[in-house]
């Protein structure tokens, strides 16, 4: 009859419940199961640990602090040509980059003289006791081409040492150096802030200087532009004749003048015209010209109405005294038609001369007329060379523009040069430390601790998984697959101290109350019932591997159960070592191999085990031929007598793996009991021996411990009966 039997372990079989909880008496047991493991691992890893590291050289760590600026001083009303750093989360994160870059390293490095320093120069490092031991010597001279490696590495090392952090959500950053030295340490962390706030300020010096550079590059390009610009107006100007002055064109300011002039000539015309025509008036109307406006101004004829009043004068006085014809009346009278005549040529005189001003009015208006219709003319084509004088002037006034700009801007930063401030300033000073920052004592202890726990738990846990023991019937049923029908405690855990020195097939019968002898009566009960309503049992009690305890059982099985009143047979099947045989002291002259071949009946080789009824069917001979004799047919007939005659058959066999015979005898009884000691027997070969007993339909009844430790299954045998037993063993006699 084949069981099926699942030998897969549980990480296999219980993948699939997702709903299982975690058992954490299962843990605490486990756990106590492996304490001393646990704490010898923890204590050495932790003893290590702390020794490891209070061996370390001792560290200082001196801290400074600098802060963001967030309000800046205003010495220049001019904006600058490197901004100010804006206050916000990833500026601050950027300087605290900024502050671990190994250029500012390198800057500490070289003002400080790092290189020079063996702490930091693994160059100047002597080689130590180890070093010396292995012939180490100073270093050598670094080769050439090699020196900027080996001042990366200083670089390198002194960057190791820098601790940067922003103080949570503040402006604030803190600036952590830490060395062999407390001195040492807090002037390179003040270095450090130092050199942070340098590198400021040099970034904006260095601006400043390079746009006041471009600036003034620029501005001779601008310059030259502009003097340019402002020759194509002039050479324009004078090529297309629009010379100006105060605003206006010089043609203009001549159409201008003309006009004017003009307008004089015009009236001058006008005036002369006009005094000509009154003075013609006045003649043609029979005036003798005494009444013309010019005669009358005329100092000429002013004196020649002089005379001619004297001279009328004396021609009335005459003309009273002589007459007529009276010779000096004569001469009078020519002498006043002659002054009358030279009044007349003088009149006629003064309105030629009126004549020949207006044709010069007239000349001098045409002339000016003239010249002002030459400059329209001039001015109409002024005004269309002057569309592309406008596009010349705008070129030239924006090259005037942007060069005023640049140098408007050139003056500025000309002005700030000097005056830049820092985005940050030390807010303290880092201060030599007066206890060192490593190794801390505490800080290693409580590490020690934590890593010697995790260790020691580790080893549990890994001891745990490579534990292929079987220690309680939950791992029996979890690992193999079978039930767990027994636990075979081991005498010495359950037995006082003064009956320890007894065998244990002599102890179940001298205390058959014990919890030992109760063991074995557990077992026998769970063989009378793995088969139901079948009276007479044949059971096979094996193992995987030697030294389970197989005889032992087997003894202690079949004394308790004739005890109980039982009639009992027990056959040595162990050909080789006649294991039952010896351990009963029994010297046979016939047995089992004897009655198998006939040469002997089976009463005649049964022995009565006078201590406690059973019958024993010994071997006389150990086998030493290769005859199969289970195979017999004589085996089926003792088997089938045997079942007839008692109520419980007993066969205590050789391991399973080792040989098989077993596994012939498995397939002619009733039940297989497999026999696993207690956390030393693996699962693996216990699993095998479960498939090779199917192979052969053996009908398994499931596995017993055997040698269980009661006092230590107590404290960790979680989930089993033995995990109890403090609490049921008073129950046991003594």
Known sequence: MENSVDTQPLTNRARGSSGETIDVERLIAAFRRRMWLFLGVAGLIAAALMFVMLRQTPMYTATANVMINTRTEKVVDSQAVLSGLTADTGTVDTEVEILKSPQLAASVVEALKLDRDPEYNAALQSPGLIGSILGGKKAAPVAPGSAEAEKQAVIA????????????????????????????????ANAFADAYIRSQLTAKFDATRQANSF?????????????????????????????????????EQEISAYNQQLA???????????????????????????????????????????????????????SGRYGERHPDMVRAQRELADIDQQIQAEIRRIVSNLEARVRVSQQRTASVESSLGGARGTLAANSAASVHLKELEGNAEAARNVYQSFLDRYKQTGAQEGVEQADARVVSHA?????????????????????????????????????????????????????????????????????????????VLRKPLSGFAEAFRSLRTSILYAVPGQQGKIVVLTSALPGEGKTTTSICLARVAAQAGSKVLL????????????????????????????????????????ASGAYVLPLAHTASSTEDIFGLAAMDQLLARARASFDLVILDTAPVLALADTRILAGKT???????????????????????LQQANAQI???????????????????????YYDEYKKYYAS
């Open 264 to 318: 004089q000539a015009r009236a001058q015309q006008a005036e002369d015209e006009a005094r000509l025509r009154t003075a013609r008036a006045q003649l043609a109307a029979g005036s003798n010209g005494d009444d013309v406006g010019e005669a009358l101004s005329s100092q000429v004829v002013q004196n020649l109405r002089a005379q001619r009043a004297v001279v009328s004068g004396r021609v009335a006085e005459m």
């Open 701 to 723: 009844a499931g596995v017993a411990l055997t040698q269980v430790d009661m006092n230590a299954q107590s404290k960790h045998g979680y989930g089993d009966a033995g995990y």
């Open 670 to 692: 009733d039940l297989v009991v497999l026999l696993a000691r207690w956390r030393k027997t693996p699962a693996r070969a216990i699993g095998a021996s479960v498939r090779l």
């Open 571 to 610: 056959l040595d099947c162990d050909l080789r070592r006649r294991a039952v045989t010896r351990t009963l002291g029994l010297t046979p002259e016939k047995g089992l191999a004897e009655v198998l071949h006939g040469a002997a009946s089976l009463e005649s080789a049964v022995l009565l085990d006078q």
């Open 157 to 188: 090392a002194v960057g190791k040492q820098l601790t940067v952090r922003r103080v949570g959500l503040t402006y604030s950053i803190t600036i952590s150096f830490q060395s062999t030295s407390a001195m040492k340490s807090a002037t390179i």
């Open 215 to 251: 600036l003034n590059t620029r501005l001779d390009t601008l310059r030259t532009q502009l003097q340019e610009a402002d020759a194509a107006v002039s050479n324009y100007r004078v090529a297309n004749n629009l010379l100006s002055s105060e605003g206006t064109t010089l043609t």
């Open 431 to 507: 201060v030599p430390p007066t206890h060192q920052s490593s190794p801390n004592v505490m800080l290693a202890l409580a590490l020690s601790i934590i890593v010697g726990a995790g260790a020691g738990l580790a080893a549990v846990v890994t001891a745990e998984i490579m534990d292929a023991g079987l220690a309680t019937s939950e791992d029996v049923e979890r690992k193999i697959g079978l039930a767990s029908i027994a636990s075979i405690p081991l005498m010495s855990s359950v037995a006082e101290a003064n009956e320890r020195s007894i065998q244990p097939i002599d102890y």
